[in-house]
């Protein structure tokens, strides 16, 4: 390059722009995004405009670099947004400002360059002494780089394994979600997963020094969505049967049919389970008791198969500081991967209980053994009350 090739540098009326820094102070090696706004106004320049930027002082980057469009140098002209600026590695004292100057390109009332020997390339050595002449007036933007690593002002944390965080079965009622349990008349009450659905994971990301990692601390609890509800409205009125919490509200002329309608809560009485006579009388402590039963299940299922598919694969995450660079990047990262994680598991947990169900679980909570005592004693309670058997 023929460093002695002279220029005329010709000016119409410059638009002063200046570079802002999304973030600075900016650790040395670090990298942040350069955003521009007319000096004027305070109004930002839009994305598509064709921009002049360098970085202002010392040599073969020793104030750092920018980069636009997949290239890295230290002055760029008619380029546009996103455009980013990368911190030099190692400075010389606690801090260096670094200016960076920027504006319109060449057309429009602002600053032109023009060579006179066009058998001489432009290199970005001549683009930054023609921008020092042209803007002379105008304010330079500045980026200031201390002398620290980047996760340096992280939190810091000791080199652990993070633990399992507490996942639970959250119920809700029906219709959460506009998702209803009790659309068949012959509902009586209802248990659905819903797969995806669960309190959002956040976490509070920390800095180990010493093994050079980001860690993950889950700072809540995980409450996965489910729906379980008795179907009062299908049991009361399209049933026409009693819902009762008590053998005080059989009424005394129905007591030796109400013992019926207990021993039918039960198999091999009837299956399904629960009487199906119109008038009949159904205990609502034995049909929440069948739904949580179903929850019991689930949750095993859960337990089952959050090791394999979150559990070891949380702990087993990690990002360097040259990966991830500050703790916003960190958070948004990780939350994503672990939010993605938790959706995969409630995934494969429905198909398990899909698959469960297919085999016989349905029966199974309903002869579950917490089931047969509860309608039991409702039988002794109501053959002592009305000397019935």
């Known amino acids: 390059?023929?460093?002695?090739?002279?220029?005329?540098?010709?000016?119409?009326?410059?638009?002063?722009?200046?570079?802002?820094?999304?973030?600075?102070?900016?650790?040395?090696?670090?990298?942040?995004?350069?955003?521009?706004?007319?000096?004027?106004?305070?109004?930002?320049?839009?994305?598509?405009?064709?921009?002049?930027?360098?970085?202002?002082?010392?040599?073969?980057?020793?104030?750092?670099?920018?980069?636009?469009?997949?290239?890295?140098?230290?002055?760029f002209g008619g380029v546009t947004q996103p455009i980013q600026y990368i911190a030099p590695l190692s400075i010389t004292g606690d801090s260096l400002v670094v200016p960076i100057r920027a504006s319109l390109s060449v057309g429009g009332g602002i600053p032109m360059k023009i060579r006179k020997d066009d058998s001489v390339k432009t290199s970005s050595v001549k683009i930054n002494k023609m921008m020092s002449r042209t803007m002379s007036v105008c304010e330079n933007g500045s980026v200031t780089v201390e002398n620290k690593q980047p996760c340096a002002d992280a939190p810091q944390c000791p080199a652990l394994f993070e633990k399992s965080p507490i996942m639970m079965v959250q119920p809700q009622p029906n219709g959460f979600q506009g998702r209803d349990v009790c659309s068949s008349a012959d509902d009586l009450g209802g248990f659905q997963n819903i797969v995806g659905s669960f309190t959002p994971i956040i976490v509070d990301p920390c800095y180990n020094m010493q093994s050079e990692g980001w860690r993950f601390p889950i700072m809540n609890v995980i409450e996965i969505n489910v729906i379980l509800d008795i179907c009062r409205d299908n049991i009361e009125n399209k049933?026409?049967?009693?819902?009762?919490?008590?053998?005080?509200?059989?009424?005394?002329?129905?007591?030796?049919?109400?013992?019926?309608?207990?021993?039918d809560h039960y198999p091999p009485h009837i299956y399904p389970a629960f009487p199906s006579r119109e008038g009949g009388y159904v205990l609502e402590e034995v049909l929440w008791l069948h739904e949580k039963t179903h929850k019991y299940h689930y949750e095993l299922i859960i337990a089952e198969k959050r090791d394999?598919?979150?559990?070891?694969?949380?702990?087993?995450?990690?990002?360097?500081?040259?990966?991830?660079?500050?703790?916003?990047?960190?958070?948004?990262?990780?939350?994503?991967?672990?939010n993605t994680?938790?959706?995969?598991?409630?995934?494969?947990?429905?198909?398990?209980?899909?698959?469960?169900?297919?085999?016989?679980?349905?029966?199974?909570?309903?002869?579950?053994?917490?089931?047969?005592?509860?309608?039991?004693?409702?039988?002794?309670?109501?053959?002592?009350?009305?000397?019935?058997?």
Not at 4 to 33: M, R, W
Not at 308 to 322: A, M, W
Request: proline share 4%.
């Open 341 to 389: 994680l938790m959706k995969i598991l409630t995934i494969e947990v429905n198909k398990e209980w899909v698959k469960k169900l297919g085999q016989g679980q349905a029966y199974e909570v309903l002869t579950h053994s917490s089931v047969k005592p509860l309608v039991e004693y409702y039988i002794r309670e109501l053959q002592n009350k009305y000397n019935v058997k």
């Open 1 to 75: 390059i023929d460093k002695s090739a002279s220029f005329d540098v010709y000016t119409c009326n410059p638009q002063c722009i200046l570079a802002i820094a999304e973030k600075s102070p900016l650790p040395v090696g670090d990298t942040t995004t350069l955003s521009f706004i007319y000096t004027e106004t305070g109004n930002p320049v839009p994305a598509d405009k064709k921009l002049d930027i360098s970085v202002l002082g010392g040599s073969d980057g020793e104030n750092g670099y920018l980069t636009a469009g997949g290239i890295t140098d230290i002055s």
């Open 239 to 263: 049933r026409k049967q009693k819902l009762i919490k008590s053998v005080d509200e059989v009424v005394p002329a129905d007591s030796i049919l109400a013992l019926q309608d207990f021993r």
């Open 308 to 338: 394999s598919l979150f559990d070891n694969v949380y702990q087993g995450l990690r990002y360097s500081c040259e990966t991830v660079k500050n703790i916003d990047e960190a958070k948004e990262k990780i939350e994503k991967c672990l």
